[in-house]
C-alpha cells in the first residue's frame, strides 16, 4: 500500500506542498517542468500576469500529452507471445513431415 506524502515543490518562486502518493523525484521533476515552461511563456510573451502564464503552460503541456497520447495509439499494439507460439505451433504442425513415409 502506498503511503501519501507532502512533497514541497517550488514553481514561479512561489513554494507548494503537493500530497502525492508518487515518489517525491517524480513529483519534483514534474514541478519542475511546469516551472521551467512557465518561465519559457512568460519570457516569450512579457507576460507578468501568473494566472495567464499557467494556463498558457497548463494548455502547452496539455498539448504536448495529447500529441504523445496519438502517437502512441498510432504504435501497433505488442506482440502477444503465447500467440505467436500458437502460431509458430500451428505452421510447425501443417509443414511437419512424418517420420516414417511408406513408399
Do not use: C, F, K, W
Not at 500529441?67 to 502460431?87: C, F, K
Amino acid at each position: 500500500m502506498s503511503t501519501r506524502r507532502s512533497i514541497p515543490v517550488r514553481i514561479g518562486g512561489q513554494e507548494y506542498r503537493i500530497r502525492s502518493d508518487a515518489e517525491p523525484g517524480t513529483v519534483e521533476r514534474a514541478a519542475a517542468l511546469v516551472d521551467e515552461t512557465m518561465a519559457r511563456l512568460r519570457s516569450r510573451t512579457g507576460s507578468v500576469d501568473s494566472m495567464d502564464v499557467a494556463v498558457l503552460a497548463a494548455l502547452n503541456l496539455a498539448n504536448q500529452l495529447v500529441a504523445l497520447r496519438d502517437e502512441l495509439r498510432a504504435i501497433p499494439p505488442a506482440v502477444d507471445p503465447e500467440r505467436v507460439e500458437a502460431l509458430v505451433a500451428l505452421l510447425e504442425s501443417a509443414v511437419a513431415v512424418p517420420a516414417s513415409t511408406p513408399h
